[in-house]
C-alpha cells in the first residue's frame, strides 16, 4: 500500500501565499512523477501541476501558471505546492497523486495512487 499525507492547507486571504506538502510512505512507488489536483464543491476535480521523476520538468494548469510552483524532494520522498497571489477561485481541496510513469503528466487516469486532501480556503 501506498500512503500520500498532505499537509499546509488553511484559511487564507486573497493575494496570501501557502505551501502545501506531500509525503509519500508505506510501499512507495519508485521513480514516479507526482501531481497535485484540486476540487471544488460541484465541480470536476481539475489538474494543478506535476513533475517528473528527475530533471524537474513541470507541467500546469492554466489556471495556476505563473502563480504556483511544484517542487519535490526525492531523498525525503515529498512533493510540495508553493502557492502564490491566492484568489478566491482557488478554494478547493488539494489532492496529492502519484503516477504510473515518470513523465510529468495532466491526465487523471496515469495517477493510482491518491492522497486524501487538504482543504485551502481563500477569502476575498
Known amino acids: 500500500q501506498v500512503q500520500l499525507v498532505e499537509t499546509g492547507g488553511g484559511l487564507v486571504q486573497a493575494g496570501d501565499s501557502l505551501r502545501l506538502s506531500c509525503t509519500a510512505s508505506g510501499r512507495t512507488p519508485s521513480e514516479n512523477a507526482m501531481g497535485w489536483f484540486r476540487q471544488a464543491p460541484g465541480k470536476e476535480r481539475e489538474f494543478v501541476a506535476s513533475i517528473s521523476w528527475v530533471g524537474g520538468f513541470t507541467y500546469y494548469g492554466d489556471s495556476v501558471r505563473g502563480r504556483f510552483a511544484i517542487s519535490r524532494d526525492n531523498a525525503k520522498k515529498t512533493v510540495y505546492l508553493q502557492m502564490n497571489g491566492l484568489k478566491p477561485e482557488d478554494t478547493a481541496v488539494y489532492l496529492c497523486?502519484?503516477?504510473?510513469?515518470?513523465?510529468?503528466?495532466?491526465?487523471?487516469?496515469?495517477?493510482?495512487?491518491w492522497g486524501q486532501g487538504t482543504q485551502v480556503t481563500v477569502s476575498s
Open positions: 497523486a502519484a503516477s504510473s510513469t515518470s513523465a510529468a503528466s495532466p491526465q487523471r487516469s496515469e495517477y493510482p495512487y
